[in-house]
C-alpha cells in the first residue's frame, strides 16, 4: 500500500528567513496509524505537519525543495488555541461543526448529518445549540475537533491539539486518535506531551534542528516523560519505562 | 454600543437584507435632497428606523459621540464664517445661508450615523452569513462583510483583555494627556500584532474547511424572505431613484 | 526583595450573574508556595484577579502584605504582585524580547540586571534581540514570564504557566520559582499539570462552587490518588511511583523519588 505521506529529501524555508525550518527530511507518514511528531520548541514540528498536509508553502509562502507525494485529497488541521479556528460566523456549536460539509456544496441533509455524527464523536451533541464564543477553552476545543472530523478527512494533522486543555480534556481527546486511524485515515499529532503520545501513537518521530533525530515505535524513542526521567537518574538501563505502572514492573522486587 | 445587539424587534426578525436596505436608502436619500426641510425628513426616517429596531436607547451615546463634534464643526465653519446675510443671535452674527448649509449637511450625517448604528444593531451576523449564503455569494465577500461588521466588538474584548494586562505590568491607564499618549503604544501594538498572529492561524483554519473553494456552499438555515419585504426593499430603492429622478430634474425638493 | 502574605477574609466576589466566590477565607504567609486546584468555574481564577485589583470583593477583605488590594489600582499592586496570565500574547508589543521584558520592570524602577537575570533564569539570552513574535507560541509565554519575574514582585501568581510546555521549559519554570521561593517570595499558582504543582508547591488549596473543599500539604493530596479523583486529575508520575513501590517518606519530586530508588535492581523491558 503506498504511504499517504512521501517527503523525500525535503527542505523547507519559511519567507524571510535564512535557516530552514526543516532540512533535508526522508520520511513515509502510512494511513491507518496515529504518527507523533516532537522535539524542542523551534525543532520544525509544526512545519513538518503543515509541510505534510499541503499547507506549506501553498498558503505560508516559503521555498520547498525534495520530492513531496500525498496520497490524501482532504487535509484536516487542528491548532492549539480553539477561538483561532473558529469561522466566527456561526452563532451555534451545530453551525460551526457544519462549516466544513457546508462548504462543499453538500444537500442540507448530508450536510446536517455528517455534522450530527461527528459531534456525537466528540461528546459535544449537547451544546449544539449554545454560541461558540461562550463555550471554555477544552469545549470549544473538541468543537474544533469536530468540526475538522465533519468532513471526514483522510490526513488528519494536530498541532499540541491539548495544550490548552484539563488534563481530563486532554486525555479524551487523545484517546480519540486511534479510532480515527483505525477508520483509515492518516494522523499526525505534534505534541511536547510524551506521556500521553506514548499511550495513543503507533510510531513517533523526534526532530532537532529540522532534521529527523529518532523514528519509530513510542517505547524506544519518546523518553522524556517524569518516569523516563526518574528511571534515567536511577540507573534503569535503557529503554526507559515511561509511565509509572511501567516503571514498577521493571524494579525487582 | 457599536455592534449587534440580540432582540425580538421587527427589524430583528425581518430578512438582513432589509434593514440593511432601509439604511442604504436613507444615505442615498441624505444625499439627493438639499433642503433642511427635507432633510429634517429623512432624519425622522432613521429614528423611525432606530425605534422599530427598538435600538433608540443603545445607540444614543455612540450616535452623539459621533455627531455632536460634527454639528459643532459645521455651525462654526458654516454659521459664523459663512457668508451674508447675517442675522445677529446674541453677540454672534450667524450667516443665513451657512446656517441652512449647516443643518443639511449636520442632517446628513446624524440620518446616515442613526440608520447605520440602527442596521448594525439589528442585523445578527450569523443571519446575514446565511442569507448571504443563500443568494450564493462567494464566501470570501461573505467573510470580509461580516468580519468587518463584526470588528468593533471583537476589538472592544481584545483591547480590554490587553489594558488589563499592560495593568499588571505597572502601566497606569488615564493620567495626564502625556501619559495617556505614552500609553498608545503598549496598547495598541498587542492589538495588532496578536490579530495578525492569529490571522495566519485563521486562513489555514479556514482553508482546512473548504472556506477557500469556488464551490457554492450549503445554507443551512436562510433566514426567510417574505414577498412584503421584497417588494419594500424594491419600494425603497424605486424611491431612491425618484428623489434623484427630482433633484436631477431641477426639481429637488 | 521580600515575600508578602496574603490573605482573603470571608471574601464574596461575583461577575453580576451571582457570586463565583462565596465567602473564601485563606492565609499565605510570605514565602509560602501554594497551588490552587479545582474544577473550571469553581473560582480559582477570580480569586487570583482579586490580589491584583483587577476585581473587587462584594464582602470581606483581599490583604497583600498591609495593602488592601480593593483599594489600590493594579498598577499600583504590580509593585507587589507579579501577575502571569495564562495567554501572553495579549501583552506582548515591544520590538526585541530583551526591550518587552523590560517594559514592566522599568515602569518599576528596576534594573536591567534583573532584566538580565529573569532572561538567563528562563534561557531567553540567545533570543534578547528576537522580535517577540518570531517565537513560536511556547517561547512567548516563557517571555511574557520573564517580564513578570524581573519585576522582582513579593508575591508571584500565575495561571496555568506551563500549559503547553515540554518537559524542558515547565523544569526551567519550576526551577525558577522554587529560587525564589527560597529567598522568601510567595508563590501562588493555578496549575493542573500536577507534574509542575509536585516540583514548585508546599501546599495545594482544592477550590469548589465557590469555597475552600481542601487545603493540605502538597505531599498528601499529590499522593491521594481518591481526592485527585475527584478533580479530573491523577498523581503525578513521582508520587504514583513511590506510593506503588512504598518508597521511603514517599516523595512527590522527580529527584527525590530518583534518590529513593537509588540502588534498585531492574529488570529488562520486556519485549
Redesign the interface.
Known amino acids: 500500500m503506498n504511504p499517504a505521506v512521501r517527503l523525500a529529501r525535503v527542505s523547507f524555508t519559511y519567507p524571510g528567513r535564512e535557516a530552514p525550518a526543516l532540512a533535508d527530511i526522508s520520511l513515509e507518514i502510512r494511513a491507518g496509524e496515529v504518527t507523533v511528531v ?1 522535539g ?3 525543532a520544525g514540528t ?1 512545519t513538518l505537519l ?1 509541510v505534510a ?1 499541503g ?1 506549506a508553502p501553498r ?2 509562502g516559503g521555498v520547498l525543495t525534495g520530492v513531496r507525494e500525498v496520497s490524501a485529497v482532504r ?3 487542528v ?3 480553539p477561538w ?2 473558529l ?6 456549536v451545530a ?1 460551526e461543526v ?11 441533509a448530508a ?2 448529518e455528517a455534522a450530527e455524527r461527528a459531534m456525537d464523536a466528540l461528546g459535544v451533541r449537547h451544546l449544539a445549540a449554545r454560541d461558540p464564543v461562550t463555550l ?1 477553552g ?1 469545549e470549544l476545543q473538541r468543537v ?1 475537533v469536530a ?2 472530523l465533519a ?1 471526514a ?1 483522510d490526513l488528519l494533522v494536530l498541532d ?1 491539539p491539548a ?2 486543555l ?3 480534556g486532554a486525555d479524551a481527546l487523545y484517546a480519540l486518535l486511534p479510532g480515527i486511524a483505525a477508520a483509515g485515515a492518516t494522523v499526525l499529532v505534534a505534541t ?1 506531551d ?2 500521553r503520545a506514548a499511550r495513543v501513537a503507533h510510531r513517533a518521530i523526534v526532530l532537532a534542528e529540522g532534521r529527523v533525530a529518532a523514528d519509530g515505535p513510542p ?1 524506544l524513542t519518546l523518553q ?4 523516563a ?3 534515567r ?5 535503557p ?1 526507559l ?1 515511561l ?3 511501567a ?6 522486587r | 454600543m457599536i455592534g449587534y445587539v440580540a432582540g425580538r424587534s421587527p427589524l430583528h426578525r425581518a430578512h438582513p437584507y432589509t434593514p440593511l436596505a432601509a439604511a442604504g436608502a436613507l444615505l442615498l436619500a441624505a444625499f439627493a435632497v438639499s433642503t433642511p426641510r427635507a432633510i429634517g425628513l429623512v432624519v425622522a426616517g432613521a429614528v423611525l428606523l432606530a425605534l422599530a429596531g427598538g435600538t433608540g436607547r443603545v445607540i444614543l451615546r455612540p450616535m452623539l459621540m459621533l455627531v455632536l463634534p460634527t454639528w459643532l464643526l459645521l455651525l462654526v465653519l458654516h454659521g459664523i464664517l459663512g457668508g451674508a446675510p447675517h442675522v445677529a443671535f446674541g453677540p454672534v452674527g450667524l450667516s443665513e445661508p451657512g446656517v441652512r448649509r449647516a443643518l443639511v449637511l449636520g442632517g446628513r450625517v446624524t440620518a446616515i450615523v442613526i440608520a447605520f448604528l440602527t442596521a448594525l444593531g439589528t442585523v445578527s451576523p450569523s443571519r446575514l452569513v446565511e442569507a448571504m449564503t443563500a443568494r450564493g455569494v462567494p464566501f470570501g465577500r461573505v467573510f470580509l462583510l461580516v468580519s468587518t461588521l463584526t470588528l468593533v466588538p471583537r476589538m472592544r474584548a481584545r483591547t480590554a483583555a490587553i489594558l488589563e494586562a499592560q495593568q499588571c505590568r505597572g502601566l497606569r491607564a488615564g493620567g495626564s494627556p502625556a501619559a495617556r499618549l505614552r500609553a498608545l503604544v503598549p496598547l495598541v501594538l498587542p492589538l495588532i500584532l496578536g490579530a495578525l498572529a492569529e490571522v495566519d492561524e485563521q486562513v489555514l483554519a479556514l482553508d482546512a474547511r473548504g472556506a477557500g473553494t469556488n464551490v457554492r456552499r450549503t445554507a443551512l438555515d436562510p433566514p426567510p424572505d417574505h414577498v412584503a419585504e421584497r417588494v419594500l426593499r424594491w419600494l425603497l430603492f424605486l424611491g431612491v431613484l425618484g428623489a434623484y429622478a427630482a433633484k436631477f430634474a431641477g426639481r429637488g425638493a | 526583595m521580600n515575600g508578602y502574605g496574603v490573605r482573603l477574609e470571608g471574601v464574596c466576589c461575583g461577575y453580576g450573574g451571582g457570586d463565583v466566590l462565596r465567602g473564601v477565607s485563606l492565609d499565605i504567609e510570605p514565602g509560602e508556595a501554594v497551588a490552587l486546584l479545582g474544577p473550571n468555574g469553581a473560582g480559582k481564577t477570580t480569586l487570583t484577579r482579586l490580589l491584583i485589583g483587577l476585581v473587587r470583593p462584594s464582602a470581606g477583605r483581599v490583604m497583600v502584605g498591609d495593602w488592601d488590594a480593593a483599594a489600590r489600582r493594579p498598577d499600583e499592586m504590580a509593585r507587589r504582585v507579579g501577575y502571569a496570565f495564562q495567554h501572553a500574547d495579549q501583552q506582548l508589543f515591544a520590538r526585541t524580547v530583551r526591550e518587552d521584558v523590560s517594559f514592566g520592570p522599568m515602569l518599576l524602577g528596576r534594573t536591567k540586571d534583573d532584566v538580565t537575570e529573569a532572561l538567563d533564569e528562563l534561557d531567553l539570552l540567545r533570543e534578547g534581540e528576537v522580535h517577540p513574535y518570531d517565537l513560536p507560541a511556547p517561547a512567548r509565554k516563557l517571555v511574557a514570564l520573564a517580564g513578570v519575574l524581573a519585576m522582582r514582585p513579593g508575591v508571584l501568581v500565575l495561571d496555568e504557566p506551563t500549559a503547553g510546555f515540554d518537559r524542558k521549559h515547565r523544569a526551567l519554570v519550576a526551577g525558577a520559582l522554587r529560587r525564589r521561593v527560597a529567598r522568601g517570595i510567595t508563590v501562588l499558582v493555578v496549575s493542573h499539570d500536577l507534574g509542575f504543582v509536585a516540583e514548585v508547591a508546599d501546599r495545594i488549596v482544592v477550590m469548589r462552587e465557590g469555597l475552600v473543599a481542601a487545603d493540605q500539604p502538597a505531599r498528601t493530596l499529590l499522593r491521594d490518588a481518591a481526592a485527585l479523583g475527584a478533580l479530573g486529575l491523577t498523581p503525578p508520575d513521582a508520587a504514583a511511583i513511590s506510593v506503588r513501590l512504598g518508597i521511603a517518606n514517599a516523595p512527590v519530586r522527580i529527584a527525590e523519588c530518583a534518590e529513593g530508588l537509588r540502588g534498585a535492581r531492574w529488570n529488562p523491558a520486556s519485549a
Open positions: 516532537t524542542d520548541v523551534g509544526s503543515l498536509a499547507f498558503l505560508t487535509p484536516g488541521i491548532f492549539a488555541t483561532t479556528q469561522t466566527g460566523l456561526c452563532h451555534t453551525a457544519a462549516f466544513g460539509p457546508a462548504s462543499q456544496g453538500a444537500p442540507v450536510v446536517r471554555s477544552g474544533v468540526g475538522a468532513l478527512p499540541d495544550a490548552e484539563d488534563p481530563a511536547p510524551h506521556a517505547a522524556d516523560t517524569d518516569t526521567v526518574i528511571a537518574m536511577a540507573g534503569c538501563p529503554p519505562p509511565d509509572p505502572a516503571l514498577a514492573a521493571r524494579v525487582v
